[in-house]
């Protein structure tokens, strides 16, 4: 069952790599280059977002993501019984601004996350200790974490809203469990 899971994150983590080389070269991601300025606003707060009002008129939702720290998001899903998206990023990371800006910000993303999932978020240049518990090694990557704090897996690189939606409605519904991704996609179809 592990090697099934591994291969299908492998799969998207191929898919997911197409989609920003794509976008990459159509010039709609913001420059990787180390050399990039990071004394930039940060994309993410560090601490826990709350739900905010957006001026009238903002194409913007009204609701945004309710992010957690760590160690209360942790808490709160062994509390709540509820699985856990765990998102790294750092402040200098143009594929992590690019994730807030487009998927984070994505209305049917918003609700799920909220409704299905205890959202947390990680700065992995400040908490560089839960960055190696999870072996990080590049920005953005999402975990995914069963409500009894076993990792489900994860998925490295942007993911764009029309494709993180399905993987959370998969992982939230267990059909990780029984089925492909590729065979849930098609049955969601």
Request: proline residues 6%.
């Amino acid at each position: 069952m592990k090697v099934k899971w591994q291969l299908l994150f492998a799969g998207l983590m191929i898919c997911g790599a197409a989609i920003g080389f794509f976008l990459t070269q159509r010039g709609n991601l913001p420059d990787k280059s180390e050399n990039q300025n990071k004394s930039d606003k940060p994309a993410v707060k560090s601490t826990p977002t709350v739900s905010s009002e957006i001026k009238p008129g903002s194409s913007e939702p009204k609701a945004l993501i309710k992010w957690y720290s760590y160690n209360d998001g942790v808490a709160l899903g062994k509390d709540k019984k509820k699985k856990i998206f765990l998102n790294f990023y750092a402040d200098w990371c143009g594929y992590c601004k690019q994730m807030d800006s487009k998927t984070f910000k994505d209305k049917s993303v918003i609700s799920y996350m909220n409704e299905n999932f205890i959202p947390v978020r990680v700065n992995a240049d400040k908490e560089m200790k839960i960055a190696a518990e999870y072996e990080v090694r590049g920005l953005p990557v999402s975990w995914f974490i069963a409500e009894n704090g076993e990792s489900i897996g994860s998925q490295p690189g942007y993911i764009p809203p029309e494709t993180l939606l399905p993987i959370l409605k998969y992982i939230h519904s267990d059909s990780y469990k029984k089925m492909s991704f590729d065979k849930f996609a098609k049955e969601q179809g």
